[in-house]
């Protein structure tokens, strides 16, 4: 006999799992005009992660702030008919309620499909959904969790369950922009007929009309296949067209930075941002060897000390470990990030050897000791607070930030400070984040088209024929 459906009256109760607010405390005002109901197992185990200096504990603080806030007057009756919830366009005295918020205020009561092993507090939370289930059987119940294992068994259950999604910055990882626009074979015959042209202080710049010009973006460079010569990058869209410029040409070995010269076409494009005075902050992305650490040292170091643009470099990243944990390390801040600069030092190794290639060990151990007093080493935790002024900030491994932490990292930026932020999103070790929540992917979205901000995905591998063969056959 089939199974009857449930009548379908558009109405959603959510029940949200502890790593969802634990991960975005503003979690409670994102879910429109439906309601949320919150098991008392979260509540204690909130209560059990706010000590701390850690982001986590950080978040769990502000959603008890949140409720306390919403809490703030209500009696009891009022609290057992949902406390109104604002939506985030409408925060603060005039807000208007959407949704209305659930606390679980009396034990499960009725007997559940089965004895659950394993997780008490898991247990609890999918015990509270089926009892949501039968006692309002025309609503639909999602369980929102961002633990795999958790979703898993709600299905087993019966119970609809989710990921978390709105910190996603896109729907697809596919759709992340990668600062580089093929053309049209057709392009320049198509556009060439109302195009100027000109050249200011030794560059030349066209402007540029026609229906592709459209869906640019400020600092996004274009490029045919096959036309290595001639590349460009968009640097003001006008009413009456786009106006770009003729790339500089780093592949030269006579322009090379640093002793660096790129060596493919995404290299230029990356040499391009990170040598221009007006670009703040720049964003690469790119797998293992394509030479995204290497290309922001040796921009960084001719721009600080070459042109004297910037006091010193400052190179930062998450230390969030691989395989097990080490545990604590000896002496100051910077001999304790060390470790974990691994690949800094590398880097620093070739551009000292490159620059001075000539002059012997003790020319390369002196140009080593420059580099070194010149690049400081920071740990993220100490961010907070700071200001940098005239600074070339680098952030290595920034998939593996929050949307939160990069705002906190880049919003320490003072006058004169150039933001680099390196990462691959395909090696994301932070737990709870994906490639379209990662924090490097939300600042490629929201950068996107700025005057003053570029981004380029590097797609070659330059290591060597080894590392290049191990990528593809591994």
């Known amino acids: 006999m089939a199974r009857k459906k449930k009548p379908d009256t ?15 405390p503003t979690a409670l005002y994102r879910f429109k005009e439906h309601d949320i109901h919150l098991p008392m197992v979260v509540l204690e185990e909130l ?5 701390g200096m850690s982001e986590v504990a950080h978040n769990v603080r502000q959603v008890s702030r949140f409720l306390d806030e919403l809490m703030l007057g209500a009696n009891k009756e009022e609290i057992d008919a949902g406390l109104p919830l604002p939506t985030p366009l409408n925060l603060g005295p005039a807000a208007v309620p959407s949704g209305r918020l659930f606390f679980q205020t009396r034990p499960l009561s009725g007997p559940v499909p089965m004895p659950l092993p394993g997780n008490v507090p898991d247990n609890d939370i999918l015990n509270y959904a089926i009892q949501l289930q039968q006692e309002h059987p025309s609503a639909r119940v999602t369980l929102v969790s961002k633990d795999i294992n958790l979703r898993i068994k709600a299905t087993i259950l019966g119970i609809h369950a989710e990921d978390y999604r709105n910190d996603q910055a896109l729907d697809d990882i596919d759709l992340l922009y990668s600062g580089v626009r093929e053309l049209a074979p057709n392009f320049w015959d198509a556009h060439s007929k109302a195009m100027e042209s000109w050249q200011d202080s030794g560059r030349t710049f066209y402007r540029v009309q026609g229906p592709e010009v459209a869906h640019w973006h400020v600092n996004q460079f274009l490029s045919q296949s096959g036309d290595a010569s001639h590349t460009y990058v968009v640097r003001r869209l006008e009413p009456r067209g786009a106006v770009i410029e003729l790339v500089r040409d780093y592949l030269a070995p006579g322009r090379a930075v640093w002793g660096i010269a790129a060596r493919n076409r995404e290299q230029n494009f990356a040499l391009n941002l990170l040598m221009d005075p007006e670009i703040d ?9 394509t030479g995204k650490t290497l290309l922001a040292l040796a921009a960084g170091l001719t721009l600080a000390l070459d042109q004297n643009r910037y006091r010193e470099i400052i190179m930062t990243r998450v230390t969030v470990p691989v395989g097990e944990d080490i545990g604590f390390l000896p002496g100051t801040e910077e001999e304790k990030m060390t470790p974990w600069m691994g690949a800094l030092m590398d880097n620093l190794e070739v ?6 290639s000539g002059t012997g060990e003790w020319g390369r151990l002196a140009t080593g000791d420059l580099l070194s007093q010149r690049i400081k080493i920071r740990s993220l935790n100490f961010m907070r607070g700071r200001t940098f002024q005239s600074k070339y900030l680098i952030i290595d491994e920034a998939q593996n930030l929050t949307s939160k932490q990069m705002k906190t990292l880049i919003t320490r930026a003072g006058p004169g ?8 999103i395909a090696q994301i070790d932070t737990p709870y984040l994906s490639e379209t929540t990662s924090g490097l992917t939300y600042v490629v979205d929201r950068f996107k088209g700025w005057p003053h901000g570029g981004h380029v995905t590097l797609l070659r591998g330059e290591r060597s024929r080894l590392a290049d063969f191990a990528s593809e056959a591994l």
């Open 10 to 24: 558009g109405r959603r109760l959510f029940v949200l799992d502890t790593n969802v607010l634990m991960h975005d």
């Open 47 to 51: 209560d059990r992660a706010k000590k």
């Open 351 to 356: 551009l000292a050897n490159t620059r001075d």
């Open 281 to 289: 902050f720049v964003t690469l992305l790119g797998a293992a060897g």
């Open 417 to 424: 400070t150039k933001v680099v932020c390196l990462g691959n």
